[in-house]
């Protein structure tokens, strides 16, 4: 699981690549969003546009990032599924769980309001 951290407009992006299947990285990602929450940035934003490929392990560290948030008085909005990752939430009824965008300008204009 690759990803990149970035900040725009009160918001912090997480642009993830490739496979999130979980692993090491995980622990890497869990690790950054609780740093963030320590700063009290808990505006984050998951961009998925750069996936092509999520298990259950993938869904389960979403999943975990958005409790932390939510708990923390934040939030962890998704942006950018491709349309398998997004069937993907469909079936898994996560679609229901998550803010989703089509856009990452999208997701942060969300924050905004």
Do not use: W
């Not at 690549?17 to 929450?37: C, N, Q, R, Y």
């Not at 993938?58 to 934040?74: E, P, Q």
């Amino acid at each position: 699981m690759n990803y990149t951290k970035s900040e725009k407009y009160n918001s912090v992006i997480f642009t993830f690549k490739g496979k999130v299947m979980g692993g090491p990285d995980a622990e890497t990602f869990h690790s950054d969003i609780k740093s963030l929450i320590d700063q009290e940035k808990t505006n984050v934003i998951g961009d998925l546009s750069r996936v092509n490929f999520m298990n259950s392990s993938g869904l389960g560290i979403m999943i975990t990032a958005l409790t932390s948030l939510r708990n923390a008085g934040g939030d962890f909005k998704l942006c950018g599924a491709s349309d398998r990752i997004e069937s993907l939430l469909v079936v898994t009824k996560l679609i229901t769980v998550f803010d989703h965008y089509k856009t990452l300008d999208e997701a942060v204009e969300a924050y905004q309001e």
